[in-house]
């Protein structure tokens, strides 16, 4: 799925990660995730063992994401997913890329 049609409403998501979800390529599956599905943002871990993400983009291409974050990889452990909205205005962003650790 594409993201750019102007006429879909542009979401955007804050969401932590907790659980197993360091060490394991969890933040690179991430990205090549939100590429397929044409979510844009970042990931990063966070030093307390979770890993942080901004999503945006379409309510379909957000849910879908989310659905993947909550299901991990299959080497990830995904206890908690907390998903918060983004009120606009916010920052657009043009990729999904991954950031070093906070």
């Not at 909550?70 to 990729?95: H, K, Q, Y």
Request: hydrophobic share 40%; with cysteine.
């Amino acid at each position: 799925m594409e993201s750019g049609d102007k006429d879909e409403p542009l979401e955007t998501r804050l969401v932590r990660v907790r659980g197993d979800v360091q060490g394991i390529g969890y933040r690179e599956a991430c990205v090549r995730r939100a590429h397929s599905l044409g979510v844009t943002g970042w990931v990063r871990n966070r030093m307390d063992g979770s890993v942080e993400a901004i999503l945006q983009g379409s309510p379909e291409q957000l849910a879908n994401m989310c659905a993947w974050l909550s299901e991990g990889m299959s080497a990830a452990l995904v206890e908690e997913l907390e998903v918060t909205e983004v009120p606009p205005p916010f920052l657009r962003f043009d990729i999904f890329e991954r950031l070093p650790t906070l």
